[in-house]
């Protein structure tokens, strides 16, 4: 069974999701700015490997979260403060995320 967000605060500039099992977990809204999985952000791959697209942007200075939607029972879309409105964070690569800010 996948874990799921049971809320969400945004805290300065930190996003804070408590999770259905207690835990919580912190992310820099930088940081999902710069890691959002969307095609224009990571490019997409074809079948030889190739990436094509996506942005060689690492830092978004000053970039926040406006809000979020949640997409199927899986994931979330967040609307950053520059516009950008791609990509959903699966529920897993949100806590992926957590492990590697925790690294």
Do not use: C
Request: hydrophobic share 35%.
């Amino acid at each position: 069974m996948q874990l799921k967000p049971k809320q969400l605060d945004l805290i300065g500039s930190e996003l804070a999701i408590l999770w259905e099992d207690g835990s919580e977990d912190y992310y820099p809204m930088e940081f999902l700015r710069a890691h959002s999985p969307s095609a224009d952000n990571q490019g997409e791959q074809d079948i030889f490997g190739n990436v094509h697209g996506g942005t060689d942007q690492k830092e978004f200075p000053g970039v926040t979260i406006r809000s979020w939607v949640p997409v199927g029972g899986y994931g979330l879309r967040f609307t950053f403060s520059d516009g950008h409105a791609h990509g959903i964070f699966s529920f897993e690569y949100l806590k992926r995320l957590a492990d590697l800010l925790r690294s």
